[in-house]
């Protein structure tokens, strides 16, 4: 087992790397007069909707509500548009490595021991993920019980802007073909649609390589009914007390720019106005807590004044497991991102990218990370410092490779294991303590294991291959990779020989957690924090299960589909 396998290996590790050299931006940023600076905000302002976080949900949120009110839109981050190259396809590991106050991704690592991470600019996830592009289930939107016509066109209206059909070339049709000779069937070509058998995808990227983001999707704004202030960190939502229906009710937030100065937006006082928190999975749990709606004895720990004992916010986080093996191919492959997918029976997804490689500079980055984030408050006695050590070690080893071959991962359907989030500090820019319980739930793991049983049948099928070495059998690759210090957990010899183990030992984040404020449990059917007036979350926080085969579609759906909801019945109201 060679050096490249190594590197290429962790080329995956944070991320799937990619170098599309010789492609250049070619497009122009929408000109958006309404982003600004918080610095020059007012100190004291007035809206009708103020929406926390511009991440893959807020955006088309705040949009679509600008078509008949006014809105605010509050983002911690900064602009995706000051430096397009940054969002180029050629810069994705170095965007999501940056670990400067001022990166679009905020790392941290879960008690369970994985990297992960959380955007932190205009757009959300989308500005910092693989692109990949697929509807959620019909199942998935009865059951989750939205209107199915109103969803469709809600996807249809994020789609026209910002999908694109991706060049299907050698190593993702090998592994498409693979995954048809080994059973995933039917075929269903080129589709949005999330259905059982092998497909091809959308993507978000161009043919330039060029990232569209939900921030795009402003362009669909009322540019004088809409603000957005970047470097705007909500510190908490305020509460006064509603006389008629006793009960706490949210009238405005304070929030500081990025020299720290406070500043503060008010509803103003038309019914129906609200308060939306679309922060994400770690970051609407947390400012939920941060504004006293949570379990009321973990608030009083922390000296936050409780407004509402609100024990289920933060319950249900959930991160679905990723497992890999790495592929070196005898045959040049080209540099492919998320295209194929694999939608087994048994509940998992088979995905793959080629072609990856990575510089130096990310390697050293990545031991910088792993310091940064196991010297936060509550990391640092989780895990041994040989654990950290052979980390570092690992990837000081690396220089900048040129690498043949390819990445097969599968995520699993789900989860069913979840977990919990916990404040560590009263920061809105600190992390709290994640935990996802990867495999606590025996299905989790039989599913995670079927899923590699696909992983290793598509390697050995004949359609692949042209892009494996006769001498290198599956069993070299799985051992290649629990040589690897691929996270944090403990490792076991036996993960060579058993699957469950590798899947245990082996496992790293897809980036798809959700979870801590879910429908039916922290908000009602139309999104509302059970308990008080005039605050929603929207976002991916209110999820039970993630949504297709990869979230962001869905995600942006919603944010769309909550507008257009939101504004009917305020338009209903305001006729009566
Ligand atoms: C590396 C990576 C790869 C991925 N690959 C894919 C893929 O290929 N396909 C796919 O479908 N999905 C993918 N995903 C997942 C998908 O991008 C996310 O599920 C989705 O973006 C989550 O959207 P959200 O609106 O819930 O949260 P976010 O998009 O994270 O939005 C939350 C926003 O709130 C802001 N915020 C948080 N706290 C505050 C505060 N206190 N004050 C002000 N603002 C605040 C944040 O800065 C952020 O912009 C990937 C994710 C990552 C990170
Ligand atoms: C569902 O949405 C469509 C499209 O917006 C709308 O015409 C229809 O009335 C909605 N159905 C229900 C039951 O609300
Ligand atoms: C982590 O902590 C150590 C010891 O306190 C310190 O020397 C180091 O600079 C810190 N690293 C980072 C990246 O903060």
Known sequence: MGWGLKQFFWAFLVAVVLFFNGLSYSEKAPAYTFVKEATSAPLVSFYDYIIIGGGTCGCPLAATLSQGARVLVLERGGSPYKNPDQININNFVNTL???????????????????????????????????????????????????????????????????????????????????????????????????????????????????HTAADLFQYAHPRRVSVYLHATVKKITFKYNRETKRPQANGVIFKDEFGIKHRAYLSKKPMNEIILSAGAIGSPQLLMLSGIGPAHHLEAHGIKVVLDAPLVGQGMADNPMNVLVVPSPAPVEVSLIQTVGITRSGSFIETASGLSFGHSWAEKLQGIFELVSNQSGQTSKFSPEAMQSFADTIRSFANPTLKGGVILEKIMGPLSTGHLELITTSPDDNPSVTFNYFKEPEDLRMCVEGMRTIIEVINSKAFSKFRYPSMPVQALIELMINLPVNLRPKHLSAAISLEQYCIDTVMTIWHYHGGCQVGKVVDHDYKVIGVDALRVIDGSTFYRSPGTNPQATVMMLGRYMGKKILNRRFLHLRK
């Open 97 to 211: 490595s940056d670990t400067s106050p001022t990166s679009f991704s905020q790392p941290f690592i879960s008690r369970d021991g994985v990297l992960n991470t959380r955007a932190r600019v205009l757009g959300g996830g989308s500005v910092l993920n693989a692109g990949f592009y697929t509807r959620a289930s019909s199942k998935y939107i009865r059951d989750a019980g939205w209107n199915q016509t109103l969803a469709r066109e809600s996807y249809q209206w994020v789609e026209k802007l910002m999908t694109f059909e991706p060049a299907m070339l050698q190593w993702q049709s090998a592994v498409r073909n693979g995954l048809l000779e080994v059973g995933v069937l039917p075929y269903h070509g080129f589709t949005f649609d999330h259905l059982y058998g092998t497909k091809v995808g959308g993507t978000i990227f161009d043919k330039e390589g060029h990232r």
